[in-house]
């Protein structure tokens, strides 16, 4: 396996049925690396979020929680739950909540993650059993370099009988849900038949993969291969074309162009 350096990718071919090597087409089983610098992150698992409500006098008071996210192929996120546990200032509430938002962005712009949470309960809060209502929304963008999500974060906190505030920082710093840090690779099995045909999984640093199928075209007087990725049964929704330049020497990677996770992918 290799990783992309500039806007160049070099790679060989893993034949599964034999160990001659043909430069002809792209064929056999092979793998694409690619670093952060292209990067796919995963927002499925557990989203843990240390923020604050700004209370009477704009006093802070925590606000820390943990809610579980599916990321679904066409970027939009959702609850994978309906409860969860917030911490409010020194108190620990259960509540049910719902969670809406999207992740997109990637090519030449940074990887977005908008994500609106609302939770509902009933708690001790300060000594005071409280009905609570808490909206909050995170504008994030993930930093290449420390792999994380940074940004900031605009709701309100309403307790009945103990007032509320407003949530108000410009300083979240959240780890990716589905870990890793960014980085991603293909697996590819193709067949070469008259058009070109198989399988392939997208392997996410955090460990998700996604399956789909593969399917194309070379073009035998210039060397030319197009493979399309087409995401299958869940992971319907994303897509990418791969263009490679075959030579008697090497098969080197010339361009990636798609959508996966409803993030743009851009090599």
Known sequence: MTSPTGNRLWFILFFAVSCNFCFAQPSGQFSLDFDNSTPLIDMSGDFSVNDQILGAGDQPVPLNFTVGLNHRSNGALRASSTTAILQI???????????????????????????????????????????????????????????????????????????????????????????????????????????????????????????????????????????RFTGTAVDRGSVATFSFITTDEDTELETVRGRILGQRVLF
């Open 89 to 227: 200032g020194n108190d620990f509430v259960p509540a049910f909540y719902r969670a809406n938002g999207r992740v997109s962005g990637g090519g030449n712009n940074q990887v977005r993650v908008f994500l609106a949470l609302n939770f509902r309960g009933v708690g001790t809060v300060a000594g005071v059993q409280t009905v609570f209502n808490i909206s909050v929304a995170y504008n994030l963008l993930f930093n290449q370099e420390s792999g994380a999500l940074e940004g900031a974060s605009r709701g309100s906190a309403k307790l009945s009988r103990i007032g509320g505030g407003r949530i108000h920082s410009d300083e979240i710093s959240v780890g990716l849900p589905g870990g890793g840090d960014g980085s991603w690779s293909i697996i590819m099995n193709v067949v070469p038949f008259k058009h070109l045909s198989g399988t392939a999984q997208v392997v996410l640093s955090g460990g998700r993969q996604l399956n789909g199928n593969l399917g194309g075209h070379f073009f035998e007087g210039s060397g030319f291969s197009l493979l």
